[in-house]
């Protein structure tokens, strides 16, 4: 089965990385999508964003890295996926998730969601933490996947 792992990705987490690797070994390709919000202020361009992305999950086969800025909905369907994977963090994510889930269920009946529980290693971090830890120049290693530390740096301190 495809399946689509959505976000912002602003930027990408080793909660997020986890996501998508516990979904490449469960599915047959995992589309990971980069969600384009124009109601969202994001730290990072979108194409840092997919860069960091694909740069993470860059030797993993049956991952795929995309943008997209329409309904994820709509895109599942195009691609043939069955199936939204959510990681869900603490009840407040399962209930906004599961809102998210009956809506996409109007727009493309058929197209399920998996909810993956986030590990004890990962739950606390979220992409506000990350760009937290990049406002106060602390070390980003526990937070986001160790081959994008240098480039998430990178890119912050070229924008200072």
Known sequence: MKVLCCGSFDPVTKGHEELVLRAAALFE????VVAL???????????????????????????????????????AVQLGAGALVKGVRNGVDLEYETQLFEINRILAPGLDTVFLPASSQT?????????????????????VPDRIVDEIKNIYSERK
Not at 48 to 74: I, M, P, S, W
């Open 29 to 32: 390709t995992v589309y990971v």
């Open 123 to 143: 739950s606390f971090i979220s992409s506000s933490c990350v760009r937290e830890f990049l406002r106060f120049g602390r070390d980003l290693s526990a937070v």
């Open 37 to 75: 919000n124009p109601e969202k202020h994001y730290l990072f361009s979108p194409e840092e964003r997919l860069y960091l992305c694909r740069k993470t999950f860059e030797l993993r086969q049956n991952v795929q890295v995309l943008l997209h800025d329409g309904l994820v909905a709509e895109l």
